[in-house]
Protein backbone atom coordinates (compact mmCIF):
# COMPACT_ATOMS: atom_id res chain seq x y z
CA UNK A 1 0.00 0.00 0.00
CA UNK A 2 1.54 3.25 -0.85
CA UNK A 3 0.75 6.36 0.78
CA UNK A 4 -0.93 9.13 -1.33
CA UNK A 5 -0.98 12.30 0.97
CA UNK A 6 0.34 15.16 -0.44
CA UNK A 7 3.39 16.77 0.51
CA UNK A 8 4.10 20.31 0.88
CA UNK A 9 3.30 22.76 -1.27
CA UNK A 10 0.23 20.93 -3.03
CA UNK A 11 -3.56 20.89 -2.51
CA UNK A 12 -4.93 19.64 0.45
CA UNK A 13 -5.54 16.30 0.38
CA UNK A 14 -9.09 14.98 -0.07
CA UNK A 15 -11.40 13.48 2.52
CA UNK A 16 -10.68 10.07 1.69
CA UNK A 17 -7.00 10.02 1.77
CA UNK A 18 -7.37 12.11 5.16
CA UNK A 19 -10.02 9.17 6.67
CA UNK A 20 -6.90 6.89 5.06
CA UNK A 21 -4.20 8.10 6.87
CA UNK A 22 -6.92 8.06 10.21
CA UNK A 23 -6.99 4.41 9.69
CA UNK A 24 -3.26 3.73 9.31
CA UNK A 25 -2.67 6.15 12.14
CA UNK A 26 -5.13 3.73 14.14
CA UNK A 27 -3.04 0.10 13.24
CA UNK A 28 0.25 1.88 14.38
CA UNK A 29 -1.66 2.97 17.87
CA UNK A 30 -3.26 -0.53 18.16
CA UNK A 31 0.21 -2.02 17.51
CA UNK A 32 1.75 0.28 19.64
CA UNK A 33 -0.64 -0.73 22.76
CA UNK A 34 0.51 -4.35 22.44
CA UNK A 35 3.76 -5.66 23.49
CA UNK A 36 6.04 -7.10 20.84
CA UNK A 37 4.30 -5.77 17.88
CA UNK A 38 6.12 -2.60 16.50
CA UNK A 39 4.34 0.98 15.32
CA UNK A 40 7.20 1.27 13.36
CA UNK A 41 6.35 -2.02 11.73
CA UNK A 42 2.54 -1.30 11.20
CA UNK A 43 4.26 2.19 9.38
CA UNK A 44 6.40 -0.41 6.95
CA UNK A 45 3.65 -2.42 5.94
CA UNK A 46 1.44 0.03 5.27
CA UNK A 47 3.62 2.25 2.77
CA UNK A 48 3.91 5.12 5.30
CA UNK A 49 7.92 4.50 6.95
CA UNK A 50 9.90 6.46 4.80
CA UNK A 51 7.84 9.63 4.97
CA UNK A 52 7.21 8.99 9.08
CA UNK A 53 11.00 9.58 9.66
CA UNK A 54 11.13 11.99 6.84
CA UNK A 55 8.83 14.10 9.27
CA UNK A 56 10.25 12.76 12.49
CA UNK A 57 13.64 14.20 11.58
CA UNK A 58 12.11 17.55 9.78
CA UNK A 59 10.63 17.88 12.76
CA UNK A 60 13.36 17.35 15.62
CA UNK A 61 15.48 19.89 13.49
CA UNK A 62 12.62 22.33 14.24
CA UNK A 63 12.71 21.43 17.67
CA UNK A 64 16.94 21.86 17.75
CA UNK A 65 16.73 25.53 16.52
CA UNK A 66 13.97 26.93 18.82
CA UNK A 67 16.74 25.45 21.76
CA UNK A 68 19.16 26.77 20.09
CA UNK A 69 17.39 30.43 20.62
CA UNK A 70 16.55 30.50 16.75
CA UNK A 71 12.94 31.04 16.05
CA UNK A 72 12.99 31.89 12.78
CA UNK A 73 15.34 28.55 11.48
CA UNK A 74 12.37 27.39 13.63
CA UNK A 75 9.31 28.09 11.97
CA UNK A 76 11.27 27.48 9.09
CA UNK A 77 11.62 23.92 9.49
CA UNK A 78 8.48 23.90 11.03
CA UNK A 79 6.71 24.50 7.28
CA UNK A 80 8.74 21.67 5.87
CA UNK A 81 7.28 19.12 8.40
CA UNK A 82 4.45 17.61 6.04
CA UNK A 83 1.55 18.17 8.14
CA UNK A 84 -1.04 16.81 6.14
CA UNK A 85 0.50 13.57 6.58
CA UNK A 86 1.68 13.80 10.07
CA UNK A 87 -1.82 15.42 11.67
CA UNK A 88 -4.67 12.99 11.24
CA UNK A 89 -1.16 10.15 11.23
CA UNK A 90 -1.31 10.92 14.97
CA UNK A 91 -4.64 11.58 15.69
CA UNK A 92 -5.38 7.72 14.83
CA UNK A 93 -2.32 6.62 17.15
CA UNK A 94 -3.87 8.43 19.44
CA UNK A 95 -7.45 7.93 19.36
CA UNK A 96 -6.46 3.66 19.00
CA UNK A 97 -4.18 4.13 22.36
CA UNK A 98 -6.59 5.91 24.08
CA UNK A 99 -9.50 3.30 23.03
CA UNK A 100 -7.26 -0.13 23.64
CA UNK A 101 -5.71 0.94 26.94
CA UNK A 102 -8.21 -0.14 29.08
CA UNK A 103 -9.30 -3.31 27.77
CA UNK A 104 -5.27 -4.11 27.74
CA UNK A 105 -4.90 -3.35 30.99
CA UNK A 106 -8.15 -5.31 32.37
CA UNK A 107 -6.98 -8.09 30.62
CA UNK A 108 -2.94 -8.49 32.08
CA UNK A 109 -5.22 -7.81 35.54
CA UNK A 110 -7.47 -10.36 34.84
CA UNK A 111 -6.19 -13.06 32.29
CA UNK A 112 -1.99 -12.73 33.18
CA UNK A 113 -0.98 -15.77 31.92
CA UNK A 114 -2.77 -16.05 29.01
CA UNK A 115 -1.68 -12.54 27.67
CA UNK A 116 2.06 -13.25 28.78
CA UNK A 117 1.22 -15.98 26.62
CA UNK A 118 -0.05 -13.90 23.42
CA UNK A 119 2.94 -11.27 24.08
CA UNK A 120 5.27 -13.91 23.96
CA UNK A 121 4.17 -15.22 20.55
CA UNK A 122 4.06 -12.05 19.23
CA UNK A 123 7.84 -11.54 20.57
CA UNK A 124 8.90 -14.81 19.11
CA UNK A 125 7.65 -13.89 15.89
CA UNK A 126 9.07 -10.66 15.80
CA UNK A 127 11.99 -11.77 16.19
CA UNK A 128 11.46 -14.82 13.51
CA UNK A 129 10.95 -11.76 11.17
CA UNK A 130 13.67 -9.47 12.40
CA UNK A 131 16.48 -12.09 11.99
CA UNK A 132 16.00 -12.33 8.53
CA UNK A 133 16.98 -8.81 7.71
CA UNK A 134 20.58 -9.95 8.89
CA UNK A 135 23.64 -10.82 7.40
CA UNK A 136 24.72 -13.31 10.10
CA UNK A 137 28.39 -13.08 10.81
CA UNK A 138 30.13 -14.65 13.41
CA UNK A 139 30.51 -11.48 15.34
CA UNK A 140 26.74 -10.52 14.90
CA UNK A 141 25.81 -14.10 15.91
CA UNK A 142 28.09 -13.53 19.42
CA UNK A 143 27.39 -9.97 19.83
CA UNK A 144 23.39 -10.76 19.79
CA UNK A 145 23.91 -14.29 21.84
CA UNK A 146 26.23 -12.05 24.31
CA UNK A 147 23.39 -9.43 24.84
CA UNK A 148 20.46 -12.50 25.11
CA UNK A 149 22.40 -13.94 27.97
CA UNK A 150 23.43 -10.61 29.86
CA UNK A 151 19.32 -9.43 29.64
CA UNK A 152 17.52 -12.92 30.19
CA UNK A 153 20.20 -13.14 33.77
CA UNK A 154 19.27 -9.68 34.22
CA UNK A 155 15.60 -9.32 34.29
CA UNK A 156 15.90 -12.47 37.07
CA UNK A 157 16.83 -9.62 39.68
CA UNK A 158 13.92 -7.51 37.95
CA UNK A 159 11.95 -5.82 40.98
CA UNK A 160 8.12 -5.20 40.95
CA UNK A 161 6.43 -3.16 38.52
CA UNK A 162 6.74 0.10 39.45
CA UNK A 163 2.97 1.19 40.98
CA UNK A 164 3.87 4.73 41.31
CA UNK A 165 6.31 6.06 38.91
CA UNK A 166 7.72 9.44 39.74
CA UNK A 167 7.97 12.40 36.71
CA UNK A 168 10.93 11.47 36.08
CA UNK A 169 10.59 7.81 35.27
CA UNK A 170 7.34 8.71 33.29
CA UNK A 171 9.79 11.37 31.34
CA UNK A 172 12.56 8.36 30.47
CA UNK A 173 9.88 5.69 29.72
CA UNK A 174 8.47 8.43 27.26
CA UNK A 175 11.78 9.17 25.57
CA UNK A 176 12.85 4.80 25.67
CA UNK A 177 9.43 3.92 24.25
CA UNK A 178 9.53 6.48 21.34
CA UNK A 179 12.49 5.06 19.75
CA UNK A 180 10.01 2.08 18.40
CA UNK A 181 8.99 4.53 16.16
CA UNK A 182 11.56 4.64 14.21
CA UNK A 183 12.95 1.11 15.00
CA UNK A 184 10.66 -1.39 13.09
CA UNK A 185 11.05 -4.98 14.66
CA UNK A 186 11.19 -3.90 18.53
CA UNK A 187 7.63 -2.36 20.47
CA UNK A 188 8.36 0.76 22.76
CA UNK A 189 5.77 -1.10 24.94
CA UNK A 190 7.62 -3.84 24.99
CA UNK A 191 10.46 -1.53 26.12
CA UNK A 192 8.26 -0.29 28.78
CA UNK A 193 7.31 -3.94 29.83
CA UNK A 194 11.28 -4.51 30.64
CA UNK A 195 11.65 -1.46 32.27
CA UNK A 196 8.46 -2.32 34.46
CA UNK A 197 6.30 0.77 33.36
CA UNK A 198 3.79 -0.87 31.03
CA UNK A 199 1.26 -1.26 33.83
CA UNK A 200 1.81 2.14 35.16
CA UNK A 201 1.53 3.99 31.58
CA UNK A 202 -1.59 1.73 30.44
CA UNK A 203 -3.10 3.32 33.65
CA UNK A 204 -2.12 6.82 33.06
CA UNK A 205 -3.72 6.85 29.69
CA UNK A 206 -6.98 4.81 31.33
CA UNK A 207 -7.52 6.77 33.46
CA UNK A 208 -6.92 10.18 32.00
CA UNK A 209 -4.18 11.44 34.42
CA UNK A 210 -3.15 14.55 32.36
CA UNK A 211 -0.19 15.92 34.14
CA UNK A 212 1.76 12.20 34.18
CA UNK A 213 0.51 12.33 30.44
CA UNK A 214 2.23 15.67 30.01
CA UNK A 215 5.50 14.03 31.28
CA UNK A 216 5.60 11.04 29.73
CA UNK A 217 4.44 12.88 25.98
CA UNK A 218 7.37 15.68 26.89
CA UNK A 219 9.78 12.78 27.01
CA UNK A 220 8.86 11.07 24.12
CA UNK A 221 9.29 14.44 22.57
CA UNK A 222 12.80 14.99 24.04
CA UNK A 223 13.19 11.74 22.97
CA UNK A 224 12.08 11.41 19.43
CA UNK A 225 14.03 14.71 18.66
CA UNK A 226 17.10 13.45 20.47
CA UNK A 227 17.35 9.66 18.94
CA UNK A 228 15.53 9.84 15.67
CA UNK A 229 18.61 11.21 13.97
CA UNK A 230 20.87 9.31 15.86
CA UNK A 231 19.40 5.92 15.35
CA UNK A 232 18.45 6.50 11.94
CA UNK A 233 22.18 6.96 10.66
CA UNK A 234 23.00 3.90 13.04
CA UNK A 235 20.55 2.13 10.58
CA UNK A 236 22.01 3.54 7.42
CA UNK A 237 25.76 2.99 8.93
CA UNK A 238 25.52 -0.28 10.58
CA UNK A 239 21.91 -1.40 9.81
CA UNK A 240 22.72 -5.55 10.68
CA UNK A 241 24.54 -4.79 13.74
CA UNK A 242 21.99 -2.27 15.54
CA UNK A 243 19.18 -5.00 14.25
CA UNK A 244 21.79 -8.42 15.54
CA UNK A 245 22.05 -6.68 18.91
CA UNK A 246 17.91 -5.84 18.59
CA UNK A 247 17.47 -9.68 18.25
CA UNK A 248 19.60 -10.23 21.09
CA UNK A 249 17.32 -8.28 23.32
CA UNK A 250 14.19 -9.56 22.35
CA UNK A 251 15.37 -13.10 23.03
CA UNK A 252 16.73 -12.40 26.54
CA UNK A 253 13.69 -10.32 27.63
CA UNK A 254 11.61 -13.05 26.37
CA UNK A 255 11.76 -13.87 30.08
CA UNK A 256 9.47 -11.34 31.27
CA UNK A 257 6.53 -12.49 29.07
CA UNK A 258 7.08 -16.45 30.23
CA UNK A 259 3.46 -16.94 31.11
CA UNK A 260 4.18 -19.41 34.44
CA UNK A 261 3.89 -19.09 37.20
CA UNK A 262 2.16 -15.70 37.40
CA UNK A 263 2.06 -14.48 33.79
CA UNK A 264 3.28 -10.62 32.79
CA UNK A 265 4.18 -8.15 35.60
CA UNK A 266 1.09 -5.88 35.97
CA UNK A 267 0.08 -3.60 38.79
CA UNK A 268 -3.54 -3.90 39.59
CA UNK A 269 -5.45 -0.42 39.57
CA UNK A 270 -7.47 -1.72 42.62
CA UNK A 271 -4.46 -2.70 45.08
CA UNK A 272 -1.07 -1.45 44.92
CA UNK A 273 0.37 -5.13 44.43
CA UNK A 274 2.20 -6.48 41.44
CA UNK A 275 1.29 -9.78 39.66
CA UNK A 276 3.65 -12.02 37.69
CA UNK A 277 7.32 -11.11 37.56
CA UNK A 278 10.35 -12.46 36.24
CA UNK A 279 10.08 -16.11 37.95
CA UNK A 280 10.31 -19.25 35.55
CA UNK A 281 7.92 -21.63 36.34
CA UNK A 282 5.28 -24.27 34.54
CA UNK A 283 0.82 -24.81 34.90
CA UNK A 284 -0.18 -26.61 37.91
CA UNK A 285 -2.60 -28.38 35.82
CA UNK A 286 -2.50 -29.56 32.12
CA UNK A 287 -5.45 -26.99 31.63
CA UNK A 288 -3.75 -24.20 32.54
CA UNK A 289 -1.49 -25.02 29.25
CA UNK A 290 -3.69 -24.60 26.80
CA UNK A 291 -4.95 -21.20 26.82
CA UNK A 292 -1.06 -19.42 26.79
CA UNK A 293 -0.09 -22.01 24.36
CA UNK A 294 -2.88 -21.09 21.55
CA UNK A 295 -2.70 -17.88 21.83
CA UNK A 296 1.26 -17.73 21.62
CA UNK A 297 0.75 -20.20 18.40
CA UNK A 298 -2.37 -17.44 17.14
CA UNK A 299 0.05 -14.50 17.85
CA UNK A 300 3.09 -16.09 15.91
CA UNK A 301 0.94 -16.82 12.91
CA UNK A 302 -0.69 -13.72 12.87
CA UNK A 303 2.67 -11.70 12.55
CA UNK A 304 4.31 -13.84 10.40
CA UNK A 305 1.05 -13.75 7.71
CA UNK A 306 1.48 -9.79 8.69
CA UNK A 307 5.30 -9.75 7.56
CA UNK A 308 4.37 -12.11 4.25
CA UNK A 309 1.95 -9.68 3.20
CA UNK A 310 4.18 -6.56 4.11
CA UNK A 311 7.01 -8.59 1.97
CA UNK A 312 4.56 -8.87 -0.89
CA UNK A 313 3.54 -5.51 -1.60
CA UNK A 314 7.37 -4.05 -1.20
Known amino acids: MTDT ?56 RALGRFIRGDPRGGLRRLGE ?11 GLLAAVVLLAGV ?33 TKRRLGGAALVSIVVFAGL ?41 MYSAVIGVV ?10 FGAGAIVGLASFSSLLAGLLERRHDDVLALMVGLMVGSLRVLWPWPHGVGVVSRHAEEAVGGADLGWPDAVGGLVAPTALAVAAVVVVLGVDRLSRSRS
Open 5 to 60: VPHRGQARPGTRTLLAQLGRGACMGAADVVPGVSGGTLALLLGVYDRLLAAIRSGS
Open 81 to 91: VDWWFLVPLLV
Open 104 to 136: IEGALIDHPEPMAGLFLGLVVASVLVTRRDVAW
Open 156 to 196: GYQGAPIADPSALMLLASGAVAVCAMVLPGISGSFLLLILG
Open 206 to 215: DERLLLDAAV
